[in-house]
């Protein structure tokens, strides 16, 4: 047999990425949560809007517009987030082959030749493709939340009365200025 010390460093080395892949994971399932948690907000925030009560609430009109508006980009981070999810699959699966054929060939006397390395690239580059992916879909979300701070400031002008009008102003100016920037 192969140099063991060398054979489960070599073994190990994937499990690094392994390790970021599953924390990536990990918090990639929430975020697919919060989508799904968001949508059944917003379906309960219409269903009152269009009932006679709902009609009634100041800027009910705006405030359905901003969900319609507003599911298709969920829908899309949904889709985006669970391509990530499937590039991070992908990417542990190869990993983890990588290394039980780094630790195969060490045990059968065998040359594994050039496929552990072919599988760690591949696994290395769907870690990186889905890494991509969530940060298109982090994108996605601050546009989001960017639109519902602009409504949150139209309301709260529209409750004037209740707020420095200065203040709702210079908010406004900053949620467009961050907007901008991101």
């Not at 669970?82 to 590039?87: E, G, I, P």
């Not at 496929?115 to 940060?135: E, N, T």
Request: proline share 3%; hydrophobic share 50%; glycine share 8%.
């Amino acid at each position: 047999m192969a140099d063991a010390p060398a054979v489960l460093t070599a073994m190990i080395t994937p499990a690094v990425l392994i390790s970021g892949a599953g924390t990536l994971l990990m918090s990639t399932s929430s975020r697919l949560g919060r989508v799904t948690d968001r949508v059944r907000h917003l379906t309960a925030r219409f269903k009152v809007l269009v009932t006679e009560e709902g009609r009634q609430e100041a800027l009910a009109r705006e405030e359905k517009r901003l969900i319609v508006e507003q599911l298709p980009r969920l829908a899309r981070r949904s889709r985006i987030i669970v391509q990530a999810m499937t590039a991070l699959y992908l990417a542990v699966a190869l990993l983890v082959l990588t290394s039980i054929l780094i630790g195969g060939s060490a045990l059968l006397h065998q040359e594994a030749g050039p496929v552990p390395v072919v599988l760690a690239i591949a696994g290395a580059a769907a870690l990186a493709y889905g890494a991509l992916l969530l940060s298109f879909e982090t994108r996605l979300s601050a546009r989001t939340t960017r639109e519902e701070m602009k409504f949150l400031v139209t309301l709260g002008g529209h409750y004037a009365g209740l707020y420095d009008e200065r203040l709702l102003r210079e908010v406004s100016e900053q949620i467009g200025q961050e907007g901008r920037g991101a």
